[in-house]
């Protein structure tokens, strides 16, 4: 069986500047959209605060909740239903407090709901100094991440290759954080984790299409370069769809069964698998293409 | 060749056996007896996520340890300058930069009291010294590299002390680990109370016993007129009538007389008249022989028992106490008093506790996450083992075969090293399983690609495998390698995921690669075969 004929030959680098074009004005609104919201939708993780999942016997509805909550000074909290028949509240606050705020909300839903028809499944309390502390070594994670991609392609390849790594990687982590503030999904830790993961991912059908762009550039020296990696691109283009499509496969799977304490972690994977496939093959090598517009390699230059 | 298949193969076997072998335990509790004798006795362990428990993150107040060492400094040196005969002047120094001052009224007082401090005090410096109209000041701090050796023995002690009142509050397979600098990380796996568990572990437990100041009142003291040397503390209590708390203005003396530091053991005891639990406590060989002085010198004189800055009881001290006994109440539970011999025996935090984190996942979010992974890992292998075989046919189900061992050897490898299988790390697997066909992917087109080109199917494998390999080493590090620092930076669940990651990529190097290729080899090795079902 056969998704993709062997022999396609499409114009990549042809269309390459549509494509700069279209990435170029999905992260414009991306950076919008997070300008707009006043940053991203950060979750308890980075803003500090409170978040409970309380898991009711029969649906209950937000009004209800938040009016019990009026006693304990809680009726401000986001209160966002959960899976089914469950919920999970989020406050700004981190008491230090010893019995904390999952004690208090626990009194005041057994006063409105009677003891034994909910259920506290979760609590998670971030102090802000945890907060400050995980953003900055989220930070920092992710661009030494780039820097470790760049320096083991500028070793394995060369330097240009290297940059065109990266430059897609750093565009793949920008659209998806872009698409969660469009969405004004909750940015946590996993997410972060999920940004990672996708840096790992993204770059592997890069080095994919690199590999044979190198092989290719020694098999035909008196080829341009621009050809070499329209050619390069057709020849792994079945590869690289194929896998991108199992890895699609578990993460569409894991979207829909691996329930919901994982189902951000699982949109941004998904959302990561797309446009990493999409850069591998519009951004990472016509980057390639640019730098030797700007500066020839060794290997043309001896020539 | 067939003996390099062998060697290959039975490489591979043993391997895979392995795997199974410390993964058995987990998949099932009923095992034959004789199997138990040989098999490992450990199970995959989970996360507490998965299992349910409490991750709390707690930061020691070292600031407050180091005002607490400066005071108690401060008052040894004056005694040590009375007796030395040295007039000063104290003069309370600045809390925030961490000094003390004294004022020397000539400079021969200054020259002993610089004698006594190199003397006596050899963790403390001269930060400044000048002279305000004719009398010398002089600021002290404690070294900077003494201050830090300080922090650390304070977090250290914290750690040990925290891990006895766990370890006696009885929660199985504990984790307590320091984390940066000041802070401690305690996990808590399957506990249910989890506001007692914080009550024990974040409590001081700083008992001090303090004389009742009988000679001022207390209405004075309360109209702001306190003497000099007592203070106001409250005392808290329970009516049994009412249930309410309340709290009772008591002027004590500023000086501690005993601590809990004295402690040898505390026990909970049930009281004659109300059958109400009290903590019984038996002080040391030292202890006892101060609390025989003490009580003796203060006959018919309030003794207040202090716990964390309130008072629990003040009793009148009726007759000198020998022996060291003497017993701790205020209405407690029975969980209170239980709770409270615990911390005693632990004894007291060196600092105050704070804490910064808290996650809790109860049993049943836990078991509900195993199921939902569990099922996503079924359905996910599923899927694509289904696509493997329609879209490679023969090679595709060679490549699932491999699948299969992967992550036998996946789940064998986190058993063996005693790794934590958290819900992301669930989540690893299953992309484990979509990446870890990655690598067939590239062999099996790239040997299309050479069966294209008319090549023989024999050297079309031999090429595709050639070929593909670099490539399929060189993806497989950058993944490793944002594992890596994914690993770094996660907390327990995300960990828990590059774990799973980093192992399930570093054995589909072994079975997507090594272990398909002997299969090939294996069925090509003899035969002038004439097409590859790929």
Known sequence: ?303 | MLKGIKVRAAIAIVVSLAGLFFLTPSLTADLPDVWKKYLPADKIHLGLDLQGGTHLVLEVDTDKAAESTLERMSNEIKETLMTNKVRFLYLEGTKKARTISFELPDSASKTAFEKVLKDNYPDLEIVSSETRGGKEVVALKIKTKRAEELKKMVVEQSLETIRNRVDQFGISEPEIIPQGEDRIVVQLPGIKDTTRAKNLIGKTALLEFKLVDEEHSIENALKGIVPEGSSIVYESRLDRQTGRRTSTPLLLKNKTLLTGGYLESAQVKIGDRFAEPYVAIKFNPQGAKEFDRITGENVKKRLAIVLDGTVHSAPVIQERISGGDAQITGQFTMDEAKDLAIVLRAGALPAPVTILEERTVGPSLGQDSIDKGLWSTIIGGLLVMLFMMVYYRLSGIVANAALVINIIIILGTLAAFKATLTLPGIAGIVLTIGMAVDANVLIFERIREELRTGKTPRAAIETGYSKAFLTILDSNVTTLIAALFLFGFGTGPVKGFAVTLSIGIIVSMFTAVFVTRIIFDYFIWDRKIKSVSV
Not at chain 1, 115 to 142: H, M, Q, W, Y
Request: proline share 1%; aromatic share 10%; with cysteine.
């Open chain 1, 1 to 303: 069986m056969e998704f993709i004929k062997s022999g396609t030959n499409f114009d990549f680098v042809g269309r390459m500047k549509i494509a700069l074009a279209c990435s170029l004005a999905v992260i414009v609104i991306g950076m919008a959209s997070i300008v707009w919201h006043g940053g991203l939708n950060y979750g308890i993780d980075f803003a500090g605060g409170t978040l409970v999942q309380i898991k009711f016997q029969k649906e209950p509805s937000a009004d209800a909740i938040r009016n019990a909550f009026t006693s304990i000074g809680l009726e401000n909290s986001i209160i966002q239903s959960f899976g089914t028949s469950e919920v999970v509240i989020r406050t700004a606050e981190s008491s230090s407090d010893q019995r904390g705020l999952s004690g208090k909300i626990e009194d005041a839903l057994t006063a409105v709901y009677g003891k034994d028809s909910f259920e506290i499944r979760r609590v998670e309390v971030v102090g802000p100094k945890v907060g400050s502390d995980l953003t900055r070594k989220a930070i920092l994670a992710i661009v030494f991440s780039w820097i470790g991609m760049l320096i083991y392609i500028a070793w394995r390849f060369e330097f240009r290759y290297a940059v065109g790594g990266i430059l897609a990687l750093v565009h793949d982590v920008i659209i998806t954080v872009g698409v969660f503030s469009l969405l004004n999904k909750e940015f946590d830790l996993t997410i972060v984790a999920a940004l990672l993961t996708i840096i790992g991912y993204s770059i592997n059908d890069t080095i994919v299409v690199y590999d044979r762009i190198r092989e290719n550039v020694r098999k035909n020296v008196k080829q341009s370069l621009a050809d070499t990696i329209n050619a390069s691109i057709n020849q792994t283009l079945s590869r690289t769809i194929l896998t991108s499509f199992t890895v699609f496969l578990v993460v569409v799977v894991l979207f829909f069964f691996g329930g919901a304490v994982i189902h951000d972690f699982a949109f941004a994977l998904l959302v990561g698998v797309v446009v990493g496939t999409y850069s591998s093959i519009f951004i990472a090598s016509p980057i390639v293409l640019a730098f030797e517009k700007i500066k020839p390699s060794r290997l043309k230059r001896s020539k």
